[in-house]
């Protein structure tokens, strides 16, 4: 298995446009997470779904963010308009159970807005 | 928000030398897991310990929890300078309905093992 995998690796954009992130998780795995990270906060998780149903959106900071997953094998997590404080590492991890395994993470998508 | 909290926030060791990093958390949990971070890269899981678990071993590394003092330990034995990254404890929660949890990550170790 490829492990997760998530496009782009890097991502510049200006102020106010629209930035979609990408993730394929690992074949059979059950729940899919978005975490954002910064030297200042840390690893803050956005969202996770269950079987491609959002389960947990408390972490969204805001309306301009928004995440889907059309089907087991593909989310995205759009900004829409981008915010230079959007700045971070988007992570996409992926696991079989919430009890017995511990999460895969991607290599994640570092975005910077300018 | 964090729940997990790592002591210390950063350690700088010999090579051959045990690492010892701290984990403590707030709320009753469901397991408790470990992970490394290399500079740049995503996050590695080492090792899931569950709450009724007090100790768990993989290879170099050993796992305690104390569920009564809300803390966990990852002692790494022996280590060696590609042992040098951020090291973080997570808390896994489960509450109401089916498939809900909570992870949350804490800020992290940085450890540094000198050759």
């Known amino acids: 298995d490829a492990g997760v995998i998530q496009s782009p690796r890097h991502e510049v954009t200006e102020m106010g446009q629209e930035v979609t992130l990408r993730c394929k998780p690992i074949?059979?795995?059950?729940?899919l997470f978005w975490y954002r990270q910064t030297m200042m906060r840390g690893l803050e998780l956005l969202i996770y779904?269950?079987?491609?149903?959002?389960?947990?959106d408390s972490g969204m900071p805001e309306d301009r963010f928004s995440a889907k997953m059309p089907n087991a094998s593909f989310s995205t997590l759009k900004i829409q308009p981008s915010e230079p404080r959007d700045s971070a590492v988007y992570f996409c991890?992926?696991?079989?159970?919430?009890?017995?395994?511990?999460?895969?993470f991607g290599s994640g998508t570092r975005l910077t807005v300018v | 928000s964090q729940q997990g909290e790592e002591d210390p926030q950063a350690l700088s060791i010999q090579e051959g030398e045990n690492a010892t990093m701290n984990c403590s958390y707030k709320?009753?949990?469901?397991?408790l897991q470990w992970y490394r971070q290399n500079s740049g890269r995503g996050l590695v899981h080492l090792i899931l310990?569950?709450?009724?678990?007090r100790e768990k071993h993989s290879g170099r590394l050993r796992v305690t929890l104390d569920t009564s003092k809300k803390s966990s330990s990852l002692l790494i034995t022996a280590s060696r300078a590609a042992d040098t990254a951020s090291y973080f404890c997570?808390?896994?929660?489960?509450?109401?309905?089916?498939?809900?949890?909570?992870?949350?990550f804490g800020k992290g170790t940085k450890l540094s093992v000198i050759p």
């Open positions: 991890a992926s696991s079989g159970s919430w009890d017995r395994y511990g999460y895969t």
């Open positions: 074949s059979g795995h059950d729940y």
């Open positions: 779904f269950n079987n491609n149903v959002p389960i947990d």
């Open positions: 709320t009753s949990i469901n397991n």
């Open positions: 310990i569950r709450s009724n678990e």
């Open positions: 997570a808390t896994v929660r489960a509450y109401s309905g089916a498939g809900s949890y909570q992870l949350t």
